[in-house]
């Protein structure tokens, strides 16, 4: 089982559509969790830190669920300028490096 | 915030030659760097962990003799491709990490696109 899966994506929606990308890891002890947006030919950025409570910003919304190992960003009234691929990365703990999931590709259509 | 800036953006050089793309943490230091690798449609592939004043830990499948890295200050890492081959073409990411408590948020380059003729 690889350390971090994502949806495998495409995701094709309309503007306005709400889409949810979902993320599990393997390692429980993991400590922190991220979501980064990279944009074609440029470098990844962050986009919010997931905590265990939960936390909104804007139309993004982050969950995580350490029970089930499972960590979800939800994207209301989608833009165009949504359209990128979404990373999930996990901290996991005793300062390993920092470990990427596949990403997940949205496009955003007029 | 942080920032992390690479140089240069875009390269083009010839079979065989050898290419040096630096990693600068501009107002924050650094002991710690990593260097990526990313092809079209691929995701990142961490190449290795770049040590200031040490060497560098270099991921498994990854020539430690091809893509040298040098970390000599607390601001600057360098990755250096020698003999560079059409295959060597991609996307080389640098990151640094700003450690706060028992957490930390990566910060990347802008990214260096390699192009081997």
């Known amino acids: 089982r690889k350390e971090v899966e994502q949806d495998p994506g495409p995701f094709n929606v309309p503007e306005g559509a709400t889409v949810a990308f979902n993320c599990t890891y393997s390692?429980?002890?993991?400590?922190?969790f991220f979501w980064y947006r990279q944009d074609c030919r440029k470098e990844p950025k962050l986009l919010m830190s997931?905590?265990?409570s939960g936390n909104e910003d804007g139309r993004f919304t982050a969950q995580l669920n350490r029970a089930s190992q499972y960590i979800s960003l939800l994207i209301r009234d989608s833009k165009l300028s949504d359209s990128a691929t979404y990373l999930c990365v996990v901290d996991p703990p005793y300062g390993q490096n920092f470990v990427f999931g596949p990403g997940t590709r949205l496009s955003v259509l007029p | 915030g942080a920032v992390v800036s690479q140089h240069p953006s875009w390269v083009i050089c010839k079979s065989g030659t050898s290419v040096k793309i630096e990693c600068r943490s501009l107002?924050?230091?650094?002991?710690?760097m990593f260097w990526y690798r990313q092809f079209p449609k691929q995701s990142l592939m961490l190449m290795a962990t770049?040590?200031?004043?040490?060497?560098?830990?270099?991921e498994q499948g990854v020539e430690k003799d091809k893509f040298l890295i040098n970390h000599a200050s607390l601001t600057l890492s360098t990755l250096t491709v020698t003999s560079a081959h059409p295959e060597d073409s991609s996307f080389y990411i640098c990151?640094?990490?700003?450690?706060?408590?028992?957490?930390?948020?990566?910060?990347f380059g802008e990214g260096s696109r390699l192009t081997v003729l």
């Open positions: 770049s040590n200031e004043g040490s060497k560098a830990t270099y």
């Open positions: 390692n429980s002890a993991s400590q922190s």
């Open positions: 107002d924050f230091q650094a002991t710690t």
């Open positions: 997931v905590y265990s």
């Open positions: 990151s640094a990490r700003v450690v706060a408590g028992n957490t930390g948020e990566l910060f």
